[in-house]
């Protein structure tokens, strides 16, 4: 069966009222039609209209971001990584889950001649045997330890607690690394840990 195609110079609406005077009606909102981006394929999608607010040039401050990298990832790329952004702040192990008291947030001072910083680190062992911060001649700061918080059985006083809650940074190796504005004497360090905060100030170079 052949379907009958009606041309539109020959087609008329019914029910139209001929003396009914015709509104000249602005649209509310008209978008001017650009057609599809190949002829041929009647289909295809418009093109779509480049903003200013999409565009993200190298040098622009997005503000704050995260990187999430697998799990199989490598000291190296996140060390390269960590090279590119000077002020960023990188967390691994316990420290990246996000639960309880936060690990690894760090604040940053400055003088003429040294900086000083501080970094949360509740729950963390103060044991010289599991905890260690180094400061390299470049600024880079790398700090590892171990989280004694979130165990599901705590020992105290001889006493035996199976926890209900378990809220805080679960217990585990972790390490936080950022970069300190500028090169530093990592020979000249005064450092103190103490009521889950470490403290450092450090001369520059």
């Known amino acids: 069966m052949r379907s009958q195609k009606i041309k539109s110079e020959n087609y008329e609406p019914t029910g139209m009222n001929s003396q009914q005077p015709v509104l000249d009606v602005a649209p509310l909102n008209c978008v001017p039609y650009m057609g599809p981006n190949n002829p041929v394929d009647m289909f295809s999608s418009p093109p779509k209209v480049k903003t200013e ?16 990298l697998p799990s199989h990832s490598t000291r190296e790329e996140l060390d390269n990584i960590m090279a590119a ?10 420290a990246t889950t996000g639960k309880g008291p936060a ?10 001649d040294s900086y000083y ?24 700061v790398l700090i590892k330890g171990i989280s004694t918080t979130g165990e599901k059985i705590v020992c105290r006083n001889f ?19 950022f970069n300190l504005p500028g090169p530093v004497n990592h020979l000249d360090i005064t450092s103190h840990l103490a009521d889950g905060i470490l403290e450092a100030v450090v001369k520059k170079r």
């Open 53 to 68: 607010a999409v565009k993200t040039e190298a040098g622009e401050n997005i503000g704050p971001a995260m990187i999430f």
């Open 85 to 94: 952004s000077k002020t960023g702040v990188a967390l691994t192990g316990a």
């Open 159 to 177: 006493q035996i607690f199976h926890m209900l809650t378990q809220n805080l940074c679960p217990p585990g190796e972790f390490t936080v690394s």
């Open 117 to 140: 910083f501080r970094v949360t680190l509740p729950g963390v062992s103060s044991d010289k045997r599991h905890f260690s911060c180094d400061i390299e001649p470049d600024g880079k």
């Open 103 to 112: 690990v690894g947030a760090v604040d940053i001072g400055e003088l003429e």
